[in-house]
């Protein structure tokens, strides 16, 4: 865990040569690795360039932790080349599937929460720190369905996995805010139920309503600012649980990287109001 | 966990996610799911997925069909073909193959070449970096130890030539964003990609230059690439050619096989 860093941003291709200028201090960056999972190129060079002047969160989206089969080993071996080659101060992955029978869907596709999911699961991430030699931070995915058949509540359910698989926690409070909205449950209480020792990351991000269904149904689209309720959401786990590296996430309708750093500002100064508190129990 | 276990579940819900009726399956537990409105959104963001990864890997493609087009075909591709594995950048091969065979495709026949020179274009883009082969190597071989060595072509040089229609200057003119704009002579045209220090570097190769590549690259000498040039074009100037291909960066060693030093 590495609660030294501050508040970062998730780098777009389009802001490489702002990211790179920009002295914020404390200012670190993540991307998929997934995109740069490539043998050499411009790609990796840019990466290189802005390893060499900022702390950077490598954040998987594809290694389908939640799949009733291992990790793909080809996938693991390329995202330990990336974490050997750019250091990350975090690497950090999904409670998700994606790939599955040769086949990659290109999202984080949800399972029910069954004793089955979670030993795969658990045996997952060993198998994935084992070949990164690292701890890995689990993200909660957002909703959009209800399942009969879970067994286990969400945070119960991710607090077993990091107790038994020895993971770190990434909280997405963008998520847990559309998931409560779609299946109907209070988001602070989500929020207060998880345990603080675990969390290593928080992700803040915007999202929209679906054009058929509207407000019922939430889309994780970051596509749009954080919205007001997630920020109250930080505020209020922040308060509780102290400082924690948090990253403003945008993958659509991209503003100028003025904009994302204005977004990071306002993380960062809850950040250091937290820091000036007592750390609470 | 339904009766059916986890691999079931994955097995019934990937079914369902391109299916044209995901509550038509025969998983009770799925058709549940798939009645709920937020079944969509999964169904979209695969779809989406798929066809963002195609549209950026196929630029210019795009831009010859315009973008709804290009959407629509891509959908076609990808219900059919999803990606092998999560590097996007690497999606799409056999997109050229699939344009060929696409029937609301046929008015335009120069579309899957023009895919194909993308497709060359993206490999180019994330090939293994290495050194170029210094002009300098060469300049010292004798005559013979010249024929007989072998020129391995650089990871990152991709080259074809398209025998039907000026595919390069169709690409290069809807790749960048000016367009570019003038006749078109409409007759075949030769494409060399190579990346000798950082961005993707394209320019014009006849023929004879596609020919003597594709024989350095099947690991015949310089003196078997020569004749395989003199087959296609009798009057190709190898020295001038060979410049050309060193300058551009088109090799990244040299072999000597006349065993007379390492």
């Given at each position: 865990?590495?609660?030294?860093?501050?508040?970062?941003?998730?780098?777009?291709?389009?802001?490489?040569?702002?990211?790179?200028?920009?002295?914020?201090?404390?200012?670190?960056?993540?991307?998929?690795?997934?995109?740069?999972?490539?043998?050499?190129?411009?790609?990796?060079?840019?990466?290189?360039?802005?390893?060499?002047?900022?702390?950077?969160?490598?954040?998987?989206?594809?290694?389908?932790?939640?799949?009733?089969?291992?990790?793909?080993?080809?996938?693991?071996?390329?995202?330990?080349?990336?974490?050997?080659?750019?250091?990350?101060?975090?690497?950090?992955?999904?409670?998700a599937w994606s790939t599955w029978r040769g086949a990659y869907r290109p999202d984080l596709l949800p399972a029910p929460r069954s004793r089955e999911l979670l030993e795969r699961v658990v045996a997952n991430i060993g198998r994935a720190q084992d070949r990164l030699r690292r701890r890995i931070a689990l993200e909660n995915p957002s909703h959009y369905l209800?399942?009969?058949?879970?067994?286990?509540?969400?945070?119960?359910?991710?607090?077993?996995?990091?107790?038994?698989?020895?993971?770190?926690?990434?909280?997405?409070?963008?998520?847990?805010?559309?998931?409560?909205?779609?299946?109907?449950?209070?988001?602070?209480?989500?929020?207060?139920?998880?345990?603080?020792?675990?969390?290593?990351?928080?992700?803040?991000?915007?999202?929209?309503?679906?054009?058929?269904?509207?407000?019922?149904?939430?889309?994780?689209?970051?596509?749009?600012?954080?919205?007001?309720?997630?920020?109250?959401?930080?505020?209020?786990?922040?308060?509780?649980?102290?400082?924690?590296?948090?990253?403003?996430?945008?993958?659509?309708?991209?503003?100028?990287?003025?904009?994302?750093?204005?977004?990071?500002?306002?993380?960062?100064?809850?950040?250091?109001?937290?820091?000036?508190?007592?750390?609470?129990? | 966990?339904?009766?059916?276990?986890?691999?079931?579940?994955?097995?019934?819900?990937?079914?369902?996610?391109?299916?044209?009726?995901?509550?038509?399956?025969?998983?009770?537990?799925?058709?549940?799911?798939?009645?709920?409105?937020?079944?969509?959104?999964?169904?979209?963001?695969?779809?989406?997925?798929?066809?963002?990864?195609?549209?950026?890997?196929?630029?210019?493609?795009?831009?010859?069909?315009?973008?709804?087009?290009?959407?629509?075909?891509?959908?076609?591709?990808?219900?059919?073909?999803?990606?092998?594995?999560?590097?996007?950048?690497?999606?799409?091969?056999?997109?050229?193959?699939?344009?060929?065979?696409?029937?609301?495709?046929?008015?335009?026949?120069?579309?899957?070449?023009?895919?194909?020179?993308?497709?060359?274009?993206?490999?180019?883009?994330?090939?293994?970096?290495?050194?170029?082969?210094?002009?300098?190597?060469?300049?010292?071989?004798?005559?013979?130890?010249?024929?007989?060595?072998?020129?391995?072509?650089?990871?990152?040089?991709?080259?074809?030539?398209?025998?039907?229609?000026?595919?390069?200057?169709?690409?290069?003119?809807?790749?960048?964003?000016?367009?570019?704009?003038?006749?078109?002579?409409?007759?075949?045209?030769?494409?060399?990609?190579?990346?000798?220090?950082?961005?993707?570097?394209?320019?014009?190769?006849?023929?004879?230059?596609?020919?003597?590549?594709?024989?350095?690259?099947?690991?015949?000498?310089?003196?078997?690439?020569?004749?395989?040039?003199?087959?296609?074009?009798?009057?190709?100037?190898?020295?001038?050619?060979?410049?050309?291909?060193?300058?551009?960066?088109?090799?990244?060693?040299?072999?000597?096989?006349?065993?007379?030093?390492?």
């Amino acid at each position: 865990m590495n609660r030294s860093l501050a508040a970062g941003l998730g780098l777009k291709p389009q802001h490489f040569d702002d990211a790179l200028a920009c002295a914020a201090p404390g200012l670190w960056f993540e991307v998929h690795p997934e995109n740069y999972m490539v043998a050499g190129g411009p790609r990796l060079a840019w990466l290189e360039a802005i390893r060499g002047a900022h702390p950077l969160s490598l954040h998987g989206v594809a290694l389908s932790l939640a799949s009733a089969e291992e990790p793909d080993a080809r996938h693991l071996d390329r995202l330990a080349a990336l974490v050997g080659r750019f250091e990350p101060a975090l690497v950090s992955e999904h409670l998700a599937w994606s790939t599955w029978r040769g086949a990659y869907r290109p999202d984080l596709l949800p399972a029910p929460r069954s004793r089955e999911l979670l030993e795969r699961v658990v045996a997952n991430i060993g198998r994935a720190q084992d070949r990164l030699r690292r701890r890995i931070a689990l993200e909660n995915p957002s909703h959009y369905l209800a399942f009969d058949e879970h067994e286990f509540g969400e945070v119960e359910f991710l607090v077993e996995i990091a107790r038994r698989s020895g993971c770190a926690l990434l909280l997405d409070l963008n998520n847990v805010f559309v998931s409560s909205n779609n299946l109907g449950y209070d988001a602070a209480r989500y929020v207060d139920a998880v345990p603080g020792d675990l969390v290593a990351e928080v992700h803040l991000a915007g999202h929209s309503e679906d054009p058929q269904h509207g407000a019922a149904l939430l889309i994780d689209s970051h596509d749009a600012p954080v919205a007001d309720a997630v920020w109250a959401l930080y505020e209020r786990l922040v308060a509780r649980i102290g400082p924690r590296p948090t990253l403003i996430e945008r993958d659509e309708q991209v503003p100028s990287f003025d904009q994302l750093m204005a977004e990071c500002r306002r993380a960062q100064g809850v950040l250091t109001a937290a820091a000036a508190m007592p750390e609470a129990a | 966990m339904t009766s059916g276990g986890l691999a079931t579940f994955q097995d019934a819900f990937a079914r369902a996610l391109l299916a044209v009726d995901p509550a038509a399956g025969g998983d009770e537990a799925i058709r549940r799911l798939a009645a709920q409105p937020g079944f969509a959104v999964y169904r979209n963001t695969v779809l989406k997925g798929c066809i963002d990864a195609l549209q950026a890997n196929y630029p210019a493609v795009t831009r010859l069909v315009g973008e709804q087009w290009f959407r629509a075909a891509a959908a076609v591709f990808a219900r059919g073909a999803l990606p092998a594995h999560p590097a996007l950048l690497d999606y799409g091969a056999g997109f050229a193959e699939f344009l060929e065979s696409f029937a609301p495709a046929a008015e335009l026949p120069y579309l899957a070449d023009v895919a194909r020179l993308e497709r060359l274009w993206g490999e180019a883009h994330v090939a293994a970096d290495a050194p170029l082969l210094d002009p300098a190597v060469l300049a010292r071989l004798g005559p013979r130890q010249m024929t007989q060595a072998r020129l391995v072509p650089h990871p990152a040089a991709r080259w074809r030539w398209f025998g039907q229609a000026p595919i390069h200057t169709i690409w290069s003119r809807n790749r960048a964003c000016d367009g570019g704009s003038g006749e078109f002579d409409w007759r075949g045209e030769g494409v060399l990609l190579s990346r000798p220090s950082g961005e993707v570097l394209q320019r014009p190769l006849e023929q004879a230059g596609t020919a003597f590549l594709d024989a350095c690259a099947g690991g015949q000498s310089v003196h078997d690439a020569v004749i395989a040039a003199l087959d296609v074009d009798g009057s190709a100037d190898f020295s001038a050619l060979v410049t050309t291909l060193l300058a551009a960066g088109a090799f990244g060693a040299l072999e000597r096989r006349d065993h007379e030093e390492t």
